[in-house]
């Protein structure tokens, strides 16, 4: 199973971020796709999820300002992030439950003016 995230950066606080994942040695389609993230000493928080079937769902922190989809064509998970604030900073990752939870190295995001 490879995860490989990418699309951080550094943005202003109320700015957007759109980041990818791309999924490899596993049926992509066949499983739930995770966003989760670690922000400066704190613990693992979970994100959001895309079921197979489209539906998602969020964190209350983020209801509103973020979007999780996917693409079975492409095995690629995203998370559109808007009205970014402070407190979203933290390194993402893409995950599944396959056996345990798997994630792949993160993308790091960073808010602050």
């Known amino acids: 199973v490879q995860l490989q995230a990418s699309g951080g950066g550094l943005v202003q606080p109320g700015g957007s971020l759109r980041l990818s994942c791309a999924a490899s040695g596993f049926c992509f389609s066949a499983y739930w796709m995770y966003w989760i993230r670690q922000a400066p000493g704190k613990d693992l928080e979970w994100v959001s999820t895309?079921?197979?079937?489209?539906?998602?769902a969020y964190t209350d922190s983020v209801k509103g300002r973020f979007t999780i989809s996917r693409d079975n064509a492409k095995d690629t998970v995203y998370l559109q992030m808007n009205s970014l604030k402070p407190e979203d900073t933290a390194l993402y990752y893409c995950?599944?439950?396959?056996?345990?939870?798997?994630r792949g190295q993160g993308t790091l995001v960073t808010v602050s003016s």
């Open positions: 895309v079921y197979t079937g489209g539906d998602t």
């Open positions: 995950a599944i439950d396959k056996g345990g939870t798997i």
